[in-house]
């Protein structure tokens, strides 16, 4: 098995490190993990692409690559450069440091590197680490997604991505804020929402007198009820989530072509 990874938190990112280890498990003696991903961090780039300038893309080491753009554009970078006419197999994107669950899925550039495999046709997970009181301050705050990530992605690859028809499935995949030996399981779940909660600016004002807007970001302990993914990690699950590329509200089309005929 021949994997791509990458992550929005950078090269150096100690989430990174563990994807590594996840996914040289899964790809086995005989397989490939091949690295691209952000020289710098890229946090919240959602699926950003660099489509009005050029980004400098520089290899580390022996399949490790590092580009000066998104996880998006490193996925492309992977697919049409770096690994120009080989067969990939899977794109796994993280294991991110934070949840990327709820609403923060829609910001998130680790899922923005999921997604863009899957509009290149290719099996793809995003996965992040929720943190909290109970892991933050852990040896290794990434155990839970290191003791458990393999599994998870095994039962994806066994059940599959659908056909080739139409966008193709991606999985949104967030490891709970406990220790491994804790996580109480799996969950299948629909995305969430912290309902009340989201991101604000905080304005300060530089020495120089220049005004300037810090992002803030909303309350991760918030809950978002039952059968959905923060609230599922909240309840110490791992949330497996199928999504696709498909913003249409199918639920309203009836109702609006109506209205307008």
């Known amino acids: 098995m021949r994997i791509l990874i990458t992550n929005d938190d950078g090269i150096n990112a100690p989430g990174l490190k563990t994807l590594h280890a996840i996914a040289t498990e899964l790809a086995g003696e005989k397989g490939e993990v091949w690295t691209v991903a952000p020289a710098f961090e890229q946090s919240g780039v959602g699926h950003c692409v660099s489509y009005s300038h050029p980004f400098m893309i520089s290899q580390l080491d022996d399949r490790r690559f590092a580009a000066e753009g998104s996880p998006a554009d490193c996925v492309l970078a992977g697919v049409h450069d770096v690994l120009k006419n080989k067969t990939i197999d899977l794109v796994l994107s993280g294991v991110?440091?934070?949840?990327?669950?709820?609403?923060?899925?829609?910001?998130?550039?680790?899922?923005?590197?999921?997604?863009e495999a899957a509009l290149q046709g290719l099996p793809a997970i995003a996965l992040s680490q929720y943190y909290g009181p109970d892991n933050v301050n852990?040896?290794?705050?990434?155990?839970?997604?290191?003791?458990?990530?393999?599994?998870?992605?095994?039962?994806?690859?066994?059940?599959?991505?659908?056909?080739?028809?139409?966008?193709?499935l991606f999985y949104n995949v967030n490891f709970p804020p406990v220790p491994a030996d804790q996580v109480k399981g799996t969950?299948?779940?629909r995305q969430g929402l912290r309902k009340g909660t989201g991101f604000s600016v905080e304005p300060h004002i530089s020495p120089t007198g220049r005004r300037y807007m810090w992002i803030r970001g909303g309350d991760q302990r918030r809950t978002t009820g039952h059968k959905t993914d923060a609230q599922a990690n909240l309840d110490g699950y791992i949330s497996v989530t199928p999504m696709q590329a498909d913003f249409t509200a199918h639920h309203t089309l009836d109702d609006l072509e109506s209205h307008f005929s």
Do not use: M
């Not at 934070?98 to 609403?103: D, I, K, Q, W």
């Not at 990530?149 to 039962?155: E, F, L, N, Y």
């Open 96 to 115: 991110n440091r934070g949840n990327n669950s709820a609403e923060n899925a829609l910001y998130s550039g680790t899922l923005g590197g999921a997604l």
């Open 138 to 168: 852990l040896d290794d705050p990434f155990e839970a997604a290191a003791q458990h990530g393999a599994d998870v992605i095994r039962k994806i690859l066994d059940f599959g991505f659908g056909d080739a028809e139409g966008y193709k």
């Open 187 to 189: 969950q299948v779940v």
